[in-house]
Nanobody, 126 residues
Framework: QVQVVESGGGLVQAGGSLRLSCTASGLTFDDYVMGWFRQAPGKEREGVSC????????WYANSVKGRFTISRDNAKNTLYLQMNSLKPEDTAMYYC???????????????????WGQGTQVTVSS
């Protein structure tokens, strides 16, 4: 069965950094678009970043551009999100998701993704 598992969340002060990891199993990792989403209390789930095959196939939400970097290590079946210059408004549950890839493009729309992890909490204090 397909499993998607996030890790790396925690409590950090504003301006600090965290690196989230997502490991997917039960699927051919190279064939899947991978994405990060987040949901804060009282808000809808929103796309943060996603990555298809190459750097040209990446997308970032405007709110995280220049601060977050997505990457993937296909040999390890792992997706990463390096989060720098964290702000209190980044506080949310962060989810990893997988979508079958057709082209070297990705979307930040949650409805396009088929498999989801359970989430990892990121809390940024002021």
């Amino acid at each position: 069965q397909v499993q998607v598992v996030e890790s790396g969340g925690g409590l950090v002060q504003a301006g600090g950094s965290l690196r989230l990891s997502c490991t997917a199993s039960g699927l051919t990792f190279d064939d899947y678009v991978m994405g990060w989403f987040r949901q804060a209390p009282g808000k809808e789930r929103e796309g943060v970043s996603c990555m298809a095959w190459s750097d040209s196939g990446t997308w970032y939400a405007n709110s995280v551009k220049g601060r977050f970097t997505i990457s993937r290590d296909n040999a390890k079946n792992t997706l990463y999100l390096q989060m720098n210059s964290l702000k209190p408004e980044d506080t949310a549950m962060y989810y990893c998701a997988a979508q079958e890839m057709r082209y070297d493009v990705c979307t930040g729309s949650s409805g396009d993704y088929n498999y989801w992890g359970q989430g990892t909490q990121v809390t940024v204090s002021s």
